[in-house]
């Protein structure tokens, strides 16, 4: 697996969200940059975190089938992510972590031994997931939470063991 092109893909996606947070070059964006990085850590610290609450994914799968994302504060500042599915047979799992959005690589529960997951703060709209096994990261997530707080779109990255990479996306509504 090529980790080195999936960690800069990742650098690639930071990097162009703090040149967007720059602006222009006229003396302003270090100021605009600091205040996007102040809200950045205000949405991960506030228990008012517009991301808290429960989220369906959009599915053209028939029912039984149901993925179900619940986020809630966690630690002092920090997030709870739960992730509960029935799958079309019925047979029900879940599986969660928790962050505190530092990027520290923390246990993932349900995901299987030496699963564990990052969480980055990118901007107010955007964390950056980073999910590894046994140390080795395997998939970066680019989740973005809608201007409105209706919806989060998840873009994953996964560099494959030959070098591609594989990119899939996933929209989840806000049932609660």
Partial sequence: MNIRKLLSISLVLVTAAG????????????????????????????????RFGVWQLESDRPP???NIMTYEPWG????????????????????GYET???????????GG??????VEVVDEYTN?????RDGEVYQVIINV?????STINNEYRRT???GTERVSHAVYRRIE
């Fill in 19 to 50: 040149v967007l947070a720059c602006g222009s070059g006229d003396g302003e964006g270090a100021a605009d940059a600091a205040t996007d990085a102040e809200a950045a850590e205000a949405a991960a610290e506030t228990p008012d975190n517009p």
């Fill in 100 to 110: 505190m959005f530092d990027g520290e690589f923390r246990p993932v529960e349900g």
């Fill in 64 to 66: 039984p089938y149901r």
């Fill in 76 to 95: 002092g500042g920090g997030m709870k992510i739960t992730v509960a599915t029935t799958n079309d047979e019925g047979a029900t799992s879940s599986w």
């Fill in 160 to 162: 494959l063991e030959d």
């Fill in 128 to 132: 950056r997931i980073l999910n590894a």
């Fill in 113 to 118: 031994e030496g699963a564990t997951t990052a």
């Fill in 145 to 149: 939470l809608s201007e409105d707080g």
